[in-house]
């Protein structure tokens, strides 16, 4: 079985300087941020995700959580781990101060969520989705709610969890059904059924938070109807603490594909009289105030693509390195080699190395503009970074999760037969990554949403902005010499000038043909999440040759770097104008057959 061990080196690279926490630091608020406090970060985190969360992962796949009679037990060693990870305080990691969090900026939580996800994904669920729930009521919620909720969840104590899904209301959320009635004393009774809710039920901490769209008697039809609760597992004292059981209750835990150890509930609300819950915000503005938690979520999610990618290069790449198989090609009669030596095993770890340093460099890039929206003194800057970080949300959630389906995979492909072996691990990571494109908004809706409402709405401003800053780069490639340069160079103005046409055709037309425009969204997605990653790339080039001409750091590693970049440049980046054709072409011939002609 693989142990992890976290790439600290790569993301210490990638956050200072391609994501700029010199910068992020500097910003009102995140003063604390010093180098040597991230450094003892990352140190610490990587110890807790390598000899705590990892050798948890394969328990949780082969012994998953039980249901029994509406309890759920956790997988072995589960309770504790998760009692360790809260008095340790690293739920609290990036939450606010006032509710006793550390207040540390996203950037820097981004970097050990990474860990966490790699190390065990199905653990790391639980507290992704507490954040979640947090933002929400943190954004929306009363004072009254803020002061029950926040300080437990932001300790831990509690969890949290998002209750959207429905059996007959899936990505259609207009189609919600669970009912909240007024009780005149500012309280509402919730009936419905809730299903594929991520630790809805389980045994670590004493109170678990629902936050449940429902809606009210008198609803609009439609989203515009849906309204946001706040719906504990057990109501609360006076003084704060649980008291008696709410109506709520876990029917059934889903037997699935991958992360077994997450348990994924389904939730009975209302049974036994209505659960008893508190309106988040303003009436029918609930879908609103849930996508504030699912923004966190998608970037999150992004996070496990990325997260399952390099778990499966580090068993990949340890394999590679033990099994002996054949000769070196061209040696007749020499000597036996591990696979390392044969030309497409290098192929294959190159192709998974270089992609998931790509998407590395641009899920941190975009986690430090998340923190420059929040905390940049200058309104400007700050709306310059939210619409940056906007438009490519939907490409770190779709791109980095389509990535892993393909990367975990060739991981297996890597180990032969014996990644089709269960006990070898291998495909535990195929299989945790499946999920990942499709939760929390399918690539399909990520893609949809990348082309109208952060292209076509704004005219592609913020995408030709991003476009003019990846030209930049290109010109800074140009004037630096050395093959590996020129190469970069070349497959990066190639995929700068594949989004620019295909910006240009999903403007022309979207709002004369959205069905049109919509077969190419997917092929967009992975477009400019194929070329933005190719553009952080030649930066982590660029500054690696600056490193070396310098003679500072460590030489290996920086030549390593530029050489990973001319492979993403050839093998990766290189396929950018045939998705840029299947935009601009594409539509014809998805849309021509009649129903009955599939």
Same mark, same amino acid.
Request: charged content about 20%.
């Given at each position: ?57 394969? $328990? ?231 996508? $504030? ?127 089709? $072996? ?177």
């Amino acid at each position: 079985m693989s142990t992890y061990n976290a790439p600290i080196r790569d993301m210490q690279f990638v956050m200072k300087e391609l994501a700029g926490l010199d910068e992020v630091a500097a910003l009102p608020g995140c003063e604390e941020a010093t180098p040597d406090l991230v450094d003892a970060i990352l140190e610490e985190a990587g110890k807790f995700a390598g000899g705590v969360l990892a050798p948890l992962n394969r $328990i949780g796949d082969t012994q998953g959580p039980r249901w029994d009679n509406g309890v759920v037990h956790t997988s072995p060693g589960w309770k504790d781990a998760y009692t360790q990870f809260a008095e340790a305080g690293w739920t609290a990691l990036a939450c606010e101060p006032e509710f006793g969090g550390q207040g540390l900026p996203k950037l820097v939580s981004t970097a050990v969520m990474e860990m966490w996800k790699s190390a065990n994904m199905a653990f790391s669920l639980c507290p992704m989705l507490t954040n979640g729930a947090i933002e929400s009521i943190k954004l929306r919620g009363t004072d009254e709610q803020k002061a029950a909720y926040l300080p437990k969840m932001v300790s831990g104590e509690w969890t949290g969890t998002m209750n959207l899904t429905e059996p007959q209301a899936g990505s259609d959320l207009a189609a919600v059904r669970t009912r909240a009635v007024p009780q005149g004393d500012g309280t509402y009774k919730i009936f419905g059924q809730k299903i594929f809710i991520t630790y809805g039920e389980h045994d670590m901490t004493d109170n678990i938070i629902h936050l449940v769209l429902a809606r009210l008697p008198d609803a609009p039809e439609g989203v515009k109807g849906i309204s946001l609760f706040v719906v504990p597992k057990f109501l609360l004292n006076a003084d704060g603490t649980p008291g008696t059981r709410n109506d709520v209750h876990c029917v059934s835990i889903e037997h699935k594909l991958g992360i077994h150890g997450s348990p994924t509930a389904v939730l009975a609300f209302g049974d036994n009289g209505g659960a008893i819950g508190t309106l988040v915000g303003e009436a029918n503005r609930g879908l609103e105030y849930m996508f $504030i938690m699912m923004n966190e979520a998608r970037f999150a999610v992004g996070m496990e693509g990325l997260a399952l990618s390099e778990r499966a290069y580090q068993q990949a790449l340890g394999y590679a390195k033990d099994r002996i198989q054949g000769t070196d090609a061209g040696v007749r009669g020499g000597p036996k080699v591990n696979i390392l030596h044969h030309a497409d095993v290098r192929r294959m770890l190159m192709v998974i190395k270089s992609t998931t340093e790509a998407m590395r460099a641009l899920a941190y890039v975009v986690g430090a503009a998340t923190d420059k929206a929040h905390y940049h003194a200058d309104d400007a800057e700050r709306a310059r970074a939210q619409a940056f970080v906007d438009l490519l949300i939907p490409v770190v959630k779709g791109w980095l999760t389509e990535n892993s389906v393909e990367l975990t995979s060739l991981g297996v492909q890597v180990h032969g037969g014996m990644g089709f $072996i269960e006990e070898t691990g291998a495909a535990q990571h195929f299989r945790d990554a499946r999920i990942t494109p499709i939760y929390e908004g399918t690539t399909a809706i990520q893609a949809n949403d990348l082309i109208g409402r952060k292209i076509a709405k704004e005219g592609g401003q913020t995408v030709k902005a991003v476009v003019a800053e990846m030209r930049q780069v290109e010109a800074q490639l140009a004037e630096q010499a050395g093959d590996e340069f020129a190469a970069i160079r070349k497959s990066l103005s190639a995929g700068i000038t594949a989004v620019e046409e295909a910006v240009a055709y999903i403007l022309a037309t979207f709002g004369q043909d959205i069905k049109a425009a919509s077969v190419g969204s997917v092929p967009f997605l992975k477009l400019l999440g194929i070329v933005t990653g190719g553009w952080q790339m030649g930066r982590a080039a660029l500054v690696s040759a600056r490193r070396l001409a310098e003679g500072s750091g460590d030489a290996t590693f920086y030549k390593t770097k530029i050489v990973t970049a001319r492979f993403y440049a050839d093998h990766v980046l290189s396929q950018a104008p045939g998705l840029a054709y299947a935009v601009v072409n594409g539509a014809a011939g998805a849309l021509a057959l009649e129903e009955d002609q599939f």
